[in-house]
């Protein structure tokens, strides 16, 4: 079982839906990261968190250390948000382990 | 965006050469790491450097050596490249020890091993 669990795999939605995409982890971590990777390839980092929510733009996310969980919601969707998200967690050490992605598409 | 440049972008090699890739970056960050990203895998740590000749191996490390004589340039090695290191090559810089910290990717390599 990997350490780091993601789900939906993929998700589409129409432009202007909520979306969530959750992420699961089974170990003791410091810190959780959300990434986006464009189609293009690129890595972006959005959001790295260890308590509570942040909120940049339409983007939220929040985490639960107890129940050892997080979710990235995006707010009021655009064809734009469509990427993969990748949840990873600092577990030990100065690494990430990452999740397997979710592929969101986002349609007009 | 961080300064992060990877070379080459693109390259084909066949099974048994050598090939090095190139990671260089104008943050003056400490840490730098390589990862490799492969269908139902995602991306897993190769080794990272966590200043000048200091490294450590991370999950998929065989295979691969690294080398970090300048902070600028950490350089990731296959002494012998197999197919099984066809993969996108990902390079990043930044601690990422707590919430504060973030990481910054580089654009990626395309490595395919024939």
């Known amino acids: 079982k990997n350490e780091v669990e993601q789900s939906p795999q993929n998700l589409t939605a129409q432009e202007g839906e909520f979306i969530t995409i959750n992420c699961s982890y089974s170990?003791?971590?410091?810190?959780l990261h959300w990434l986006q990777q464009h189609p293009g390839g690129g890595i972006v980092s959005l959001f790295m968190?260890?308590?509570g929510k942040k909120k940049h733009g339409r983007l939220i996310a929040t985490i639960n250390i107890q129940e050892k969980h997080s979710s990235l919601h995006i707010t009021a969707s655009h064809p734009r948000d469509s990427a993969v998200y990748i949840c990873?967690?600092?577990?030990?050490?100065?690494?990430?382990?990452f999740g397997g992605g979710t592929r969101v598409l986002v349609k007009p | 965006d961080a300064g992060i440049t990877q070379s080459p972008r693109h390259k084909v090699t066949e099974t048994g050469t050598p090939v090095t890739l190139r990671c260089h970056q104008t943050?003056?960050?400490?840490?730098m790491y390589w990862y490799r990203q492969d269908p139902g895998h995602g991306l897993r740590l190769i080794h990272y450097?966590?200043?000048?000749?200091?490294?450590d191996k991370g999950e998929v490390s065989d295979g691969y050596s690294v080398s970090r004589s300048k902070t600028e340039d950490f350089l990731l090695t296959l002494e012998s490249a197999t197919s099984s290191q066809t993969s996108v090559y990902f390079c990043?810089?930044?601690?990422?020890?707590?919430?504060?910290?973030?990481?910054?990717f580089g654009p990626g390599t395309r490595l395919t091993v024939l």
């Open positions: 990873a967690v600092i577990a030990a050490g100065n690494k990430l382990t």
């Open positions: 170990v003791g971590i410091s810190a």
């Open positions: 968190l260890s308590s």
């Open positions: 943050e003056n960050h400490r840490y």
């Open positions: 450097s966590y200043g000048v000749k200091d490294t």
């Open positions: 990043a810089i930044g601690e990422v020890g707590t919430a504060t910290d973030t990481q910054y």
